[in-house]
């Protein structure tokens, strides 16, 4: 493993991508700005916890505004020349970061695991994500295709050419800490555009590792910014510079309704990925054991801190109790523990804070009439699992209008609601205010095709759970998930793109469009 890794990093980060322990440290250097790592002006720091473990990790710069500023500053300076290197050879570093995240995904997916708690499968699964989704954008440097057309006037050309837009802001959650700010940095820089980061503040080593491997790669000086700190802050710093042109966000749906009105104010352009609360609706004629691996995965995978998490379960009622039955015996048999440790199923919660908010929600559906619990309802505290954010996997039954049915969670809490026919489970599925993913299991094809139709989501599954997108197809949502755009494959280069219209006259004459006849 390169040593430039482990100066920046503390400690224990350093042990895990070394394998050794390391005497070289910048305690707290860990800001990215104009190409040097540097501490922030605050001084200040916030603690990166373990919540498998609830050991401390290591301090990470809490930054200050002024921080923000000096990046963005530097972000604006390396545009000018940025935008000029042609995208084949932007595209180049860009397949360099590719190998280096494939050399090193074993021990990125380690730390990740040790900083946000899924379990190493999960972890390495996102590295992947990123390891895609640099290759796909590598690949875009010699695409990056516009079109050309007819003009109505004689001896005039037309076409399409994607700009590049300018400074971009990236604000990214902790539950996908590599793969999303992937999603965003790759097509930005592929596209032209500079970058000033904001990661979550429950995963910055993660986004420390990625963006010195940006580094690596030979991304110039300024082109990626990174800082670390709380979001009320830096994200507000970030949407009033009036440098920065665009803001991309993943995250809740309340910070993003903030931050799209801010924007729009502004007249700022802004991508917004945000919650779900996301439904799997099996049929009486679907293969149940299908449907319940299905069910189990898009449940209880990453521990339901998915943003495409299965958190409804609509099951048509000739299969209802059969498939309940097995269900929640197969959920008490999944193993809770350490996502290092290879036997382990599901991991913590985040952290407490999270911890707190799914508690609060099963409190909710305990007292709720329409509600039974069937499994769990409590945090684990067997063992070692007293010493992390380890929460039971836990279903209830009960009603679509119920809050847990409604609102989004993030944890390990699957909601089952019993339909009498089809169209009903589509009116349940659909009577949410979110719409980003939904997934179907049936064997009657006139189903499915009405069901691809009608699904008010960014992105449907047949025969398969609510999780599992591929990077070269968009991703997003519809309703309170999305403002209309979307990341991945070709849809995120018209959020890190504008187009322009291009007519060449070459007549000699003046030529008036429309009046010319
Ligand atoms: P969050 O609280 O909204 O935070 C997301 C990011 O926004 C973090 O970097 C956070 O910084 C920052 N932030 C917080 N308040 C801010 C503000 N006022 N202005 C600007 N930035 C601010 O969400 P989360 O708890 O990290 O992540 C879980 C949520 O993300 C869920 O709702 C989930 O559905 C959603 N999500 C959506 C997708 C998708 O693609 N649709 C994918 C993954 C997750 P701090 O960490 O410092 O607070
Ligand atoms: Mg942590």
Not at 63 to 90: G, Q
Not at 101 to 119: D, H, I, S, Y
Request: hydrophobic share 40%; with cysteine.
């Amino acid at each position: 493993m390169a040593s430039t890794t482990l100066h920046r990093t503390n400690k224990k980060i350093a042990d895990i991508m070394d394998g050794v322990s390391r005497a070289v440290r910048l305690p707290g250097a860990y800001n990215y700005i104009n190409g040097q790592w540097k501490a922030s002006r605050s001084g200040k720091t916030f603690d990166n916890i373990n919540p498998a473990t609830g050991e401390l990790l290591g301090r990470w710069p809490s930054s200050a505004a002024e921080d923000l500023n000096e990046a963005v500053v530097a972000a604006s300076e390396a545009y000018a020349s940025w935008r000029l290197v042609p995208a084949p050879k932007r595209a180049e570093r860009i397949l360099r970061a590719y190998q280096v995240l494939l050399e090193r995904k074993e021990a990125l997916a380690q730390v990740m695991t040790q900083e946000m708690g899924k379990v190493l499968k999960e972890t390495r699964g996102d590295v992947q994500e990123a390891i895609d989704t640099a290759l796909y954008f590598a690949g875009e440097g010699r695409r990056l295709f516009g079109v050309t057309t007819t003009s109505e006037l004689a001896d005039k050309f037309a076409m399409t050419v994607r700009s590049s837009i300018g400074v971009c802001g990236l604000i990214t959650p902790w539950n996908f800490p590599m793969a999303i700010p992937s999603w965003k940095i790759f097509p930005a820089l592929l596209c032209g555009n500079t970058v000033v980061f904001k990661p979550a503040s429950c995963t910055p080593a993660t986004a420390t590792l990625l963006v010195e491997i940006l580094e690596e790669a030979g991304i110039p000086a300024g082109v990626v910014n990174l800082v670390h700190g709380s979001g009320s802050v830096l994200g507000q710093a970030l949407i009033e510079s009036p440098v920065v042109r665009l803001i991309s966000f993943t995250g809740s749906s309340e910070v993003g309704s903030s931050i799209a009105a801010a924007c729009g104010q502004l007249f700022k352009k802004v991508s917004l990925e945000m919650g779900g609360k996301n439904a799997q609706l099996v049929l009486d004629d679907a293969d149940v054991d299908l449907a319940i691996e299905g069910a189990l995965w898009g449940a209880f995978g990453t521990t339901g801190q998915r943003c495409t998490a299965t958190s409804r379960l609509i099951i048509q009622e000739g299969i209802y109790g059969a498939l309940i039955e097995k269900l929640v015996q197969a959920a008490s048999k999944l193993k809770l523990g350490n996502g290092l440790d290879a036997d382990s199923q599901v991991g913590p919660l985040v952290s407490e804070d999270q911890l707190e908010t799914v508690k609060r929600y099963v409190d909710i559906g305990l007292r709720e009439d329409k509600a039974r619990l069937l499994l769990g309802g409590r945090r684990a505290t067997e063992g070692v699992l007293g010493q992390g954010f380890y929460f039971e996997p836990t279903i209830f039954e009960g009603a679509p209008d119920m809050r847990l049915a409604q609102e989004e969670i993030f944890g390990p809490v699957l909601m089952v609601i019993k339909v009498k026919t089809f169209e009903q489970g589509l009116q349940v599925m659909n009577g949410t205010r979110y719409g980003l993913s939904g997934s179907v299991y049936t064997r009657d094809v006139n189903r499915v095709m009405q069901a691809v139709r009608d699904m008010q989501t960014g992105i449907t599954y047949i025969n398969a759970p609510t999780i599992g997108a591929e990077v070269h197809l968009p991703f997003g949502g519809v309703k309170h998930t999305g403002n209309g755009h979307r990341e991945a494959g070709q849809a995120v280069l018209d959020i890190f793109t504008e187009w322009k219209a291009v007519y060449v006259d070459y007549s000699g004459r003046l030529q008036k469009a429309q009046i010319d006849q």
